[in-house]
């Protein structure tokens, strides 16, 4: 599963078969290529996926593997504060990846997944993310829905334009909560 473009939700990959998931970062950078041209600029992924093989893979194409660095540190304080701060801000945006399987889990049941056969789960799985991308769908033509009221309302009451999109701005911040 990855969050990917505006904050859908994707599903790659179910396998009930045990497998190392570091496999899967290459076919997804190239996966990512096929779609937009290019390979993406960086790769924020767990610990698991900071292997010789991606790493080599991402320093030849010039994707940048957020994560610790192999060997010693540099002597340079400067340029080891430079890598700690573009760890921490890579590390934020995985957070992102982390809260939405915790959405996932939590408010979709992904983590109560009770059928028998496997076509079955595959199934219930697949529904709880077109069930997370519809609900984001929702919430964006909500947005609009009401931000465009909110346009008619402030032409007609130009004086009102802090008041009305105070609660619009509110809105779109309490959904950045849930957001998926």
């Given at each position: 599963m990855t969050p990917g473009?505006?904050?859908?939700?994707f599903l790659h990959r179910i396998s009930w078969d045990p497998y190392n998931e570091a496999e899967d970062l290459i076919a997804q950078a190239k996966k990512y290529k096929q779609e937009y041209g290019c390979y993406p600029e960086r790769i924020c992924a767990d610990r698991i996926y900071l292997n010789t093989k991606n790493r080599n893979f991402c320093t030849r194409n010039k994707i940048r593997l957020s994560g610790k660095r192999l060997g010693r540190p540099p002597k340079d304080p400067e340029i080891s504060a430079a890598h700690k701060q573009q760890v921490s801000a890579d590390q934020r945006k995985r957070n992102e990846v982390e809260g939405c399987f915790?959405?996932?889990?939590?408010?979709?049941?992904?983590?109560?997944?009770?059928?028998?056969?496997?076509?079955?789960?595959?199934?219930?799985?697949?529904?709880?993310?077109?069930v997370m991308c519809a609900e984001k769908i929702l919430r964006l033509l909500r947005l609009f829905f009401v931000t465009v009221c909110a346009w008619f309302y402030a032409?007609?009451?130009?004086?009102?334009?802090?008041?009305?999109?105070?609660?619009?701005?509110?809105?779109?911040?309490?959904?950045?909560?849930?957001?998926v």
């Open positions: 473009r505006n904050g859908f939700a915790g959405t996932g889990k939590r408010k979709y049941s992904l983590n109560l997944i009770m059928a028998r056969l496997s076509k079955g789960a595959e199934t219930l799985i697949s529904m709880a993310f077109v032409w007609q009451r130009p004086d009102a334009l802090l008041e009305v999109f105070r609660p619009i701005w509110q809105l779109e911040m309490d959904d950045s909560l849930i957001a």
